[in-house]
Antibody, heavy 119, light 110 residues
Framework: QVQLQESGPGLVKPSQTLSLTCTVS??????????WTWIRQPAGKGLEWIGR???????NYNPSLKSRVTISLDASKKQFSLRLDSVTAADTAVYYC???????????WGQGTLVTVSS | QSVLTQPPSASGTPGQRVIVSCSGS????????VYWFQQLPGTAPKLLIY???KRPSGVPDRFSGSKSGTSASLAISGLRSEDEADYYC???????????FGGGTKLTVL
């Protein structure tokens, strides 16, 4: 079994940076061979893919967020992180971390963490 | 305009067969596998179908996936009250180099 757990501030001020970390644990929690991904969901709305990182350090980002997003990976700590710059109220959402072996086969998800952007 | 388009709602009575559609283009559904997720209120999405038509262990065979050209479908047979949830399709888009989700379909069991 694999567990993912998001952590980070639940409240961020407009124009500041949102930073979240996802910690991977469990008996089968190998970091290699998977795409580690961030997905978000505004209240009452659909899922939005933010981006992903592979063990090699290779990243892919949603084109609509690419200029503001950075995803990084610390394999030794079994953690990967999300940084979203210059946030606005539109970035208020539940943020999920997830794991995929191929493109979209997200078999393990974190429970999600609500991040509110407000002054 | 969404990359993947789903109807916002669908409904059926217990025992019925319901189909949820997902429309895309040649750069996503047309050339790549499709994935389906079920999301119950207040919980993280759950992988329902991978590789267009495969079911993860533990997913009942009442759920099936298929695609034709640039459209994909999720079929739920023998509808049950516990199937009431939001359903999302997803696929990689070669042109945009990213994963895209459909807008989601809210399934109501009448």
């Amino acid at each position: 079994q694999v567990q993912l757990q998001e952590s980070g501030p639940g409240l961020v001020k407009p124009s500041q940076t949102l930073s979240l970390t996802c910690t991977v644990s469990g008996d089968s929690s190998t970091i290699g061979g998977f795409y580690w991904t961030w997905i978000r969901q505004p209240a009452g709305k659909g899922l939005e893919w933010i981006g992903r990182i592979y063990i090699s350090g290779s990243t892919n980002y949603n084109p609509s967020l690419k200029s503001r997003v950075t995803i990084s990976l610390d394999a030794s700590k079994k953690q990967f992180s999300l940084r979203l710059d210059s946030v606005t109220a539109a970035d208020t959402a539940v943020y999920y971390c997830a794991r995929a072996e191929y493109s979209c086969d997200y078999d393990y998800w974190g429970q999600g963490t609500l991040v509110t952007v407000s002054s | 305009q969404s990359v993947l388009t789903q109807p916002p709602s669908a409904s059926g009575t217990p025992g019925q067969r319901v189909i949820v559609s997902c429309s895309g283009s040649s750069s996503n559904i047309g050339g790549n596998n499709v994935y389906w997720f079920q999301q119950l209120p207040g919980t993280a999405p759950k992988l329902l179908i991978y590789g267009t038509s495969k079911r993860p262990s533990g997913v009942p065979d009442r759920f099936s996936g298929s695609k034709s050209g640039t459209s994909a479908s999720l079929a739920i047979s023998g509808l049950r009250s516990e199937d009431e949830a939001d359903y999302y399709c997803a696929a990689w888009d070669d042109s945009l180099s990213g994963v895209f989700f459909g807008g989601g379909t809210k399934l109501t069991v009448l």
